[in-house]
């Protein structure tokens, strides 16, 4: 069931799927930072793609954005996507929520962070989309069984949330309410790894998800070790990207664990299980995150980057991401039970 | 003062580093499975290498998996290095602690994990070597004040705790015990890097050190959300190996974040402040960690790697790690004020 995504490979960027999107027509409801990334992920897929955006000129920048998004992606210097963003095909600007969904087998909805809102418009949502389509949002906050609580069609409601940017990195949660139906569930998973993402299942809501909750523990530290005064800033970073994240780019913590015992996973966390109950006391629960303490982590993490999210910045980063991924996609761990990959 | 270790490239898994070691003779005392790793980073990188183990049997294995090591290693089949280890001449095989520490000006001390039997060594460390040898030991637990409490030599011991296998992750943990002396300290650091490795400081003891401690912050969560049964440990392990690892292992936490907002990590802390304070709280500080749970963690991390830490799983993930370290030294973050690589 891993390392399951696999690309054609025109070049060390390529990250088209090789499969073709189990639902062909699909409407991105909310154009902003992460709904445009999606209207990628889905145009590079294969998908006719509608965009809705209530803000006309939010909407006409994402797609500015798109089309120039798929020019840069050497992925898509190769097929007819670029071709079709300039013709409006298979990307199309919608003026109306109703014209977007017509025909649409999944909706994803990437509007405002706020429960009111996500209600609302999953309400619109569910009056106007065919019966079979699936609503699906990319809230990184809320339960399902909140947003879509009351519905008719709460049963095809399901979480989506993806990890900045999705059209660069592949993972996805995808949770259900609790009235979401598992059909709904399952096609979730298989058309979003139809469309080359990771999707993961969660099994029901906590708050953060998976994601979060394990980003937060780890930043939680390390700003307590920064506050304290065990190491500096760049100290604390470096450790992370010269040494655990070398190894987490490649597997979770359980698969680290793994390769660090003839036995496996079961021998290292009985080995070291109470090294690390010992060590989860020492941890800090609380540290005070002052006003203080941010300025001094910005000016350290300024002069290790440069300034802040720049375009030259943020591309390093997605153009890296896409290389280890493609060194990944071909070149998989050896005892997965996954099929070569194709290129 | 990042990015700082570049490579001579031959092929994508060079990590020879570029400049000379700055101190040319070094003693490796204990050849465990760090020890022996620690015999290929200093090989690599140029120095006369002189291995002790009081276990014959220890030393002639480790030597053995080095020179093997050495030949796999596809840095090392253009240099001399193969044939030194043939030779026994870089790396030479010593019989004494005295004839290891002869002429050495840094000593890797990689013995057991026991404060006696380091306190042990390092009294006999400082009783044969050079004055101006620095003594440097490989724990990953105590602290440098606690071993070297009491020796004439204290000012020059010092802790330099890598990340398993230090031949292939770059990370060392650099701290000083409460009498090191700073420049002992700075020679050390500067050292490190000269052979290749990432040295970071710490200021003083933690337990645990940075590494662990973060880790082990992540491992606690991946745990609670196994045990709680939010997701499988599949989905857990795929969360970070195709979402948070794909970011960490190019920008550190503070990184990661410096993306997120225009203004850098500043803007992004500020503005998710209350928000990470919020989820801290939700945070599970003692999770179970039973038999059962290691259990079921172990089979179903066993069902998406195969069995254990196999020296095909292994060899995967050393060549993988070596190769995203080539993309990133390749390809730098834009806004480092470090020199371009030099391949």
Redesign the interface.
């Known amino acids: ?2 390392h399951r995504t696999r690309f054609f490979r025109h070049s060390p960027d390529d990250l088209r799927p090789v499969t073709q999107p189990t639902i062909r027509t699909v409407a991105v409801v909310g154009a902003g930072v992460i709904g445009r990334s999606w209207i990628h992920v889905f145009a590079r897929a294969g998908c006719e793609t509608r965009v809705f955006d209530p803000d006309p000129e939010q909407l006409a920048r994402a797609l500015e954005w798109a089309r120039a998004s798929a020019e840069e992606d050497e992925a898509l210097r190769f097929v007819d996507a670029v071709t079709a963003f300039r013709e409006a095909q298979a990307v199309r600007r919608c003026d109306t929520l109703e014209e977007a969904l017509s025909g649409a087998g999944w909706v994803q909805e990437s509007g405002p962070e706020t429960l009111a809102v996500k209600q609302r418009i999953f309400a619109q949502l569910d009056g106007a989309a065919d019966p079979g389509t699936i609503l699906a949002s990319s809230t990184s906050a809320h339960d399902m069984s909140r947003i879509a609580d009351g519905l008719a069609g709460a049963g095809r409601c399901v979480v989506a949330h993806p ?2 940017p999705p059209h660069v ?3 996805v ?1 995808v949770l259900p309410g609790e009235g979401t139906r598992p059909e709904v569930l399952t096609a979730s998973l298989a058309f979003l790894e139809s469309v080359g993402q ?1 999707p ?5 809501y ?3 998800f ?13 700003v307590f ?1 920064y506050e ?28 680290t ?11 290292y ?2 080995r070291y ?1 109470d090294a ?5 006391r ?2 800090e ?2 540290p005070e ?1 002052s ?1 203080r303490t ?2 001094g ?2 000016e ?11 375009a ?3 591309a ?2 997605d ?3 896409r ?3 493609a ?2 996609d071909e ?1 998989p ?5 996954t099929p070569g990959s194709r290129s």
């Open positions: 069931m891993t990890v900045n990195i592949p993972m949660e990771s993961v299942q969660m099994n029901r906590v708050s953060g998976l994601l979060n909750r394990l980003q937060a523990a780890l930043i939680r530290e390390a070790l304290s005064g065990a190491a500096s800033a760049e100290a604390i970073d470096t450790v992370v990207r010269e040494g655990l994240g070398l190894r987490w780019a490649l597997l979770g913590p359980f698969g664990g793994h390769t660090n015992a003839d036995g496996g996973a079961g021998e966390f009985r299980g690390y109950r010992e060590l989860w020492e941890l629960a609380d995150f006003g941010i300025e982590i910005h350290e993490t300024e002069a290790m980057y440069g300034a802040g999210a720049t030259a910045l943020c390093w980063r153009r890296l991401v290389r280890i991924r060194l990944k070149d761990p050896p005892g997965s039970s």
